[in-house]
């Protein structure tokens, strides 16, 4: 059994900065791909940032140049530093990694919720 679990959501006022980790447990061999989607109310869910194993990132437009998405492999952990944080930016803040345990199969966390303030 692997789960993500997600943390770091919160009220933040609009400029301000929030991290959110994700830390994946159970079974794993190996995780590839991990990154961040969110999902505005009424709208679609959106990838955020994405990073794989060796590093290599990609970002939505829209958080270019104010969120960084890192992760720690030795600790099965995925951050996404959020500064210069929109009120557009408000939404539930979910985590996904690629991880091969008995089999591949792509998990998500239960969701963490970002709230920006104008």
């Known amino acids: 059994q692997v789960q993500l679990v997600e943390s770091g959501g919160g009220l933040v006022q609009a400029g301000g900065s929030l991290r959110l980790s994700c830390a994946a447990s159970?079974?794993?061999?190996?995780?590839?791909?991990m990154g961040w989607y969110r999902q505005a109310p009424g709208k679609q869910r959106e990838l955020v940032a994405s990073?794989?194993?060796?590093?290599?990132?990609n970002y939505a437009d829209s958080v270019k140049g104010r969120f960084t998405i890192s992760r720690d492999n030795a600790k099965n952990t995925v951050f996404l530093q959020m500064n210069s944080l929109k009120p557009e930016d408000t939404a539930v803040y979910y985590c996904t990694a690629d991880i091969q345990s008995l089999s591949m199969h792509s998990y998500w966390g239960q969701g963490t919720r970002v709230t920006v303030s104008s």
């Open positions: 159970g079974s794993i061999r190996r995780i590839f791909g």
């Open positions: 990073i794989i194993s060796a590093g290599i990132t």
